[in-house]
């Protein structure tokens, strides 16, 4: 959540007559849960847009660069070097971080070709999110694009609206895929939730049925998405896969009392008790979110069975600022406001839908601010980065 | 211009690095004609947006149709039946009708499977307009696009943003490309065109150098055009173009007391009489337009080498009204009305790139519009529709 929070209402598929998605069939849109058809991040690029708060994509980057390098190279070397080289970012969202990663891959594939002495392939850049995604700020940004790529082959760039749980792309065409903070959305809010508690997601306090129903959705979204991407993928293309997971623990309903959708049912809570938005609005608003543990998320790559895990890594997860800037009260306020607006530009969209004028954003998340700030000295967190690395059998 | 002019600034292409926009190198932009990187169909779906407006494609398409759908089943027995189609409709502009092209090859592509008793292939929809052009608008209208489809293989979509004047797909993967009034657009106004002549296009009194300089731009583009779409499609493919051309006449200048353009000019004459602006700003507001004789466009067609023609065929060109509509007078106002709207929509974007807040654009159209209930007795029209299908050698 450094950075991309991603919508995945497979609804808006742009492939509703394939096969795959009948087997979607049980996914019913809820209407219970309607908000979650506006799970999309703030378009334009004012102050509250993903675009401008998504400048942590870059730390992001930073992190999970040397894996994507990696896997970039050897599937070029095991393919023999492709004269074309089709390169899809799923739940980009909009802004120009999201050319970060398509600039490395590029660079990385005509390095490589130079140092190989190869024709650099030409690359068709794929950028994948949900048809509500602004799609169009993004496009603003691709000249700079291009000039961030240094001399090989022609670079496409192409917008592939629909929803990553479905087939997005023709069969045995993909070489290389990347996800950044998008695969730890659900396709829907799972059934069977606890109605009367007043927590946008698990708590520690929450029943074990919860975590159960919120797995059971996650095995099945994650399963699908694994199947469709098989579909697309040629044999031997890689995947670079990074989510928010959680760290292994005995008791699997542990958040740490300053996790962000904790912070978020607390500064929701407080308008509760000043009369702003009744309770049982509020506890109707679930998130479609799972942070699995990094046993889950192998357990159901091996069970899917059309990848290879080359590489799971855990790194540490933050909003974009680290245990260090507590330090100074200050930089607790500044830290608090940095996630705010990072969390905002992530759920404004689902709050609007659900809450319409009841709340006011802008009161709700100087809430939110507040609360981080208030948790400037916890130190143990739960939550982790997972970055995976697939190879198409 | 029933529909969509486009826009074909090159300077947006996505493919800034591929050798062929090297050649390119003479289209230097022209700050002299800066507006026309604006030449882009207004956005959204308000009532003077291109989305609106456009509903004229309905009937330019059923005109095309039986050669968009002879050239479809050309194609795929041509090729065998290929298991997975790219397609391409260039220049595609935004809002729900630019589908209908792509639902018609779909469609018979689905149709053609069953009678020969061949699996359907999947069918990859490739929209392609500038980086400006709103796709997020266009997005919107998958879902029904989807449900317009017969049953048949799975069906994606994309947008490609940047100029047809460029690269914009890998090699030897379209096809099947498509494109409506799009490329009588140029790449940029012409130079050496008169500077004190207050009209926004060639008229039959200008100087026989405005035509050999609009005829040597459309030289150069529709060339690269053809360059860059034989670069990208199979052997085999097939392209179908249609664009607004005028008759064969003696005088090449000679165009009709109602051309389109010569009612923009006119009307913009009346601000200047008014007052409102001066003729120097007028006289330097030109179209990047150009429309062809069947003869000029034939001979650059075989000049350039890569492509048969395998038809070509010329159509009454209107704005949305026929003759008939003219017969009662309240039937010409409307006209008037109609065909302002779509010329408003089509280069609203650029005259308040080059006026500003000189000119009031409702103003304008208000005239626009008279002129055009004025001419309702006119029957002799220069403009025609050309439809040509080609076949990549």
Redesign the interface.
Known sequence: MDSRFINTNPY?S?????D?EKSNGDDKRSSEYSFVSALSMS?GDGDNSYSTNSLLQKRVLSRTKRVLVENTKEMMTNLDFP??I?VADLGCSSGQNIFLAMSEIGNTINALCEEWNKNPP?I?C?LNDL??N???TT??F??SF??K?T????????????SFYS?????K?LHLVHSVYSIHFLSKVPEGLEKSKMSVYITSSSPQSEYKAYLNQFQKDFTTFLRMRSEEMVSNGRMVLTLIGRKTLDDPLYRDCCHFWTLLSESLHDLVLEGIVSATKVSSFKMPFYDPSKEEVTDLIRKEGSFKINNLETHGFDLGHSVEDFSLQSHGVKAGQKEASCIRAVTERMLVAHFGDDINIDTLFNKYALRVSQHASCRTKTSVSLVVSLIRK
């Open positions: 808006s742009c492939d509703c007559k394939s795959n378009g004269r074309c089709k030409e068709d794929c048809p509500s602004d799609f169009n496009f603003k691709i000249t291009n000039k790529l001399r090989g082959g022609s670079c496409f760039v192409s917008g592939v609206p629909g087939r997005l792309f023709p069969r065409s």
